[in-house]
């Protein structure tokens, strides 16, 4: 199949659909390349709709459907793959693995338009953080779920494998492109569990919201206690989304910074370090200030 007739074979997928097994299973390449199309679609999208949202926005919300409905045919294309899989340590290659981080990239991006903030246009620690502390928090809603899944999976990999292991032995699994999805990772959960934070206040967590909760408040605990000394301090209150909030973000910079080979690595594990303390010195803030009465 050539690459347009692929691509519009899962553009025009539905979601209670499925690929027929008669259909050639693409390469690992192939389903990268595709992977990178939607991803160019999506992006697209909100550059072509963007000035022109109707007030309900209703012609964009169709359009993420449409791009839900494509990354849903596109992972059943790369489940049925026999070089599919979520190990790092994979023998067939790393592309498998890459492309999964990419989906989650895509999900991401559906949620958030991070690309229109350009957060790396300075490639400055400062401004990085900066640009990154004006990323208005997410609004909660079911919608969101498949984004948060993949990034806390994504997060989950690398510190069930050991976060010093992964920083200072493992760091060809973290390229260039792994540490871009890694900061779309920490950015988009940190801004939902700032969201989620704030809702408690007025209505309880629902039962997936529990669950995702609860499940990053064990990945985070396990990544701060796995090296020889803790991260840092054991907080209060462990479920506390705004601290976990900010310690998603500790992790991933920790995580990124371990590797030394792209100069452009580094600064955006600083810039992720940076906003990760301001978000910290807030949350601390927050704790210690007397309640008004």
Same mark, same amino acid.
Request: glycine letters at 4%.
């Given at each position: 199949?050539?690459?347009q007739d692929?691509?519009?074979?899962?553009?025009?997928?539905?979601?209670?659909?499925?690929?027929?097994?008669?259909?050639?299973?693409?390469?690992?390449?192939?389903?990268?390349?595709?992977?990178?199309?939607?991803?160019?679609?999506i992006?697209?999208?909100?550059?072509?709709?963007?000035?022109?949202?109707?007030?309900?926005?209703?012609?964009?919300?169709?359009?993420? &459907?449409?791009?839900?409905?494509?990354?849903?045919?596109?992972t059943?294309?790369?489940?049925?793959?026999?070089?599919?899989?979520?190990?790092?340590?994979?023998?067939?290659?790393?592309?498998t693995?890459?492309?999964?981080?990419?989906?989650?990239?895509?999900?991401?991006?559906?949620?958030?338009?991070?690309?229109?903030?350009?957060?790396?246009?300075?490639?400055?620690? &400062?401004?990085?953080?900066?640009?990154?502390?004006?990323?208005?928090?997410?609004?909660?809603?079911?919608?969101?779920?498949?984004?948060?899944?993949?990034a806390?999976?994504?997060?989950?990999?690398?510190?069930?494998l050991?976060?010093?292991?992964?920083?200072q032995?493992?760091?060809?699994?973290?390229?260039?492109?792994?540490?871009?999805?890694?900061?779309?990772?920490?950015?988009?959960?940190?801004?939902?569990?700032f969201?989620?934070?704030?809702?408690?206040?007025?209505?309880?967590?629902?039962?997936?919201?529990?669950?995702?909760?609860?499940?990053?408040?064990?990945?985070?605990? &396990?990544?701060?206690?796995?090296?020889d000394?803790?991260?840092?301090?054991?907080?209060?209150?462990?479920s506390?989304?705004?601290?976990?909030?900010?310690?998603v973000?500790?992790?991933?910079?920790?995580?990124?910074?371990?590797?030394?080979?792209w100069?452009?690595?580094?600064?955006?594990g600083?810039?992720?370090?940076?906003?990760?303390?301001?978000? &910290?010195?807030?949350?601390?803030?927050a704790?210690?200030?007397?309640?008004?009465?």
């Open positions: 199949m050539l690459f692929a691509l519009c074979h899962i553009m025009k997928s539905h979601r209670e659909s499925h690929p027929p097994d008669s259909q050639p299973v693409p390469s690992p390449l192939a389903n990268y390349i595709l992977l990178h199309a939607v991803i160019q679609k992006i697209l999208t909100y550059h072509a709709l963007g000035p022109y949202n109707d007030v309900d926005q209703s012609l964009t919300t169709g359009q993420k &459907e449409i791009m839900r409905n494509a990354l849903h045919a596109w059943s294309l790369w489940q049925r793959a026999p070089e599919s899989s979520l190990d790092p340590r994979n023998p067939n290659g790393p592309v693995f890459t492309s999964a981080a990419l989906l989650g990239v895509a999900y991401v991006r559906l949620g958030l338009d991070l690309g229109s903030y350009k957060i790396l246009r300075y490639r400055d620690p &400062e401004q990085i953080a900066n640009q990154l502390l004006q990323i208005p928090r997410l609004p909660a809603g079911p919608h969101l779920l498949p984004a948060i899944l993949h806390t999976h994504a997060l989950s990999i690398p510190v069930k050991g976060v010093n292991f992964v920083a032995s493992h760091a060809f699994v973290w390229n260039v492109q792994h540490s871009l999805c890694a900061l779309e990772f920490a950015v988009f959960l940190s801004k939902w569990l969201c989620i934070s704030d809702c408690q206040t007025r209505m309880p967590l629902d039962e997936q919201e529990t669950r995702l909760v609860s499940w990053i408040s064990d990945i985070v605990e &396990e990544g701060r206690t796995s090296g000394d803790d991260f840092w301090s054991r907080p209060s209150h462990q506390d989304c705004a601290y976990l909030g900010f310690a973000v500790k992790l991933w910079a920790r995580l990124i910074r371990g590797n030394e080979k100069s452009l690595i580094r600064v955006i600083d810039g992720l370090d940076i906003y990760a303390d301001t978000c &910290e010195q807030r949350y601390v803030h704790q210690t200030s007397p309640v008004p009465t």
